[in-house]
């Protein structure tokens, strides 16, 4: 099946500082998907982005489909964006497969 | 509702019990899903639910697992027998269609221990 690798597994940020997250996967697909779990446990929509560039606020992804990766960028973190950030990817059957995320702990 | 909700929250269950977990998608989606999330494992996919068709179970871990959608609409996950490596978060999602759009929305998750 496909694989998902992120990177890196976890990150320590001073509250203002920018930071990048890489998504690699092994094969084509039809839909990729960033998240946020909060320490609450809840799976937070960011971007739907199976191909292309989208940006909400603070935060930014590309994926580059051709190439078999995706980039997310969070800019001018906060304590709020303390959490677990999950890269999935559905190559076909519409299962998602999840990377195993990265831990972000941003501190003030 | 506003987004997926799931219940119960909390499940606490003792070893070779029976367990239901229940799921009420977005309103107007037609597909659901099921996950779950282990600290062994990660989130891993269990079913998949598309209107009417015959749901995908290819990622159910045993027999002991089965999921139902009545209505096309509210589901619930049955665990038969329960073990303790079934401990573990169980998320349900649903999406618009499943096929032109195909965007998952998560619930809160069902947190399961069985002692």
């Known amino acids: 099946g496909i694989q998902v690798e992120q990177s890196p597994p976890d990150l320590i940020l001073q509250e203002g500082a920018n930071s990048t997250l890489r998504c690699n996967f092994s094969?084509?697909?039809?839909?990729l998907q960033w998240f946020h779990q909060n320490p609450w446990g809840q799976l937070i929509n960011l971007f739907y982005i199976p191909s292309g560039t989208k940006q909400n606020g603070r935060l930014s992804a590309t994926t580059v489909a051709t190439e078999r990766y995706s980039l997310l960028y969070i800019s001018s973190s906060q304590t709020t964006d303390s959490g677990v950030y999950f890269c999935?990817?559905?190559?076909?059957?519409?299962?998602?497969?999840f990377g195993a995320g990265t831990i972000l702990r941003v501190k003030s | 509702g506003a987004g997926v909700s799931q219940s119960p929250s909390n499940k606490v269950t003792e070893k070779g019990k029976d367990v239901e977990l229940r799921c009420d998608p977005i309103?107007?989606?037609?597909?659901l899903y099921w996950y779950r999330q282990s600290l062994g494992q990660g989130l891993e996919f269990l079913i998949y639910?598309?209107?009417?068709?015959?749901?995908?179970k290819s990622g159910l871990p045993s027999d002991r697992f089965s999921a139902e959608r009545t209505g096309g609409s509210v589901s619930t996950l049955t665990i038969q027998r329960t073990q303790q490596e079934d401990s573990a978060v169980y998320l349900c999602a649903s999406s618009l269609d499943g096929w032109t759009y195909n965007e998952q929305f998560f619930g809160p998750g069902t947190r399961l221990t069985v002692l």
């Open positions: 309103s107007g989606h037609t597909a």
């Open positions: 639910f598309q209107g009417n068709s015959a749901p995908d």
């Open positions: 999935a990817v559905e190559r076909y059957g519409n299962k998602l497969v």
């Open positions: 094969d084509s697909v039809n839909n």
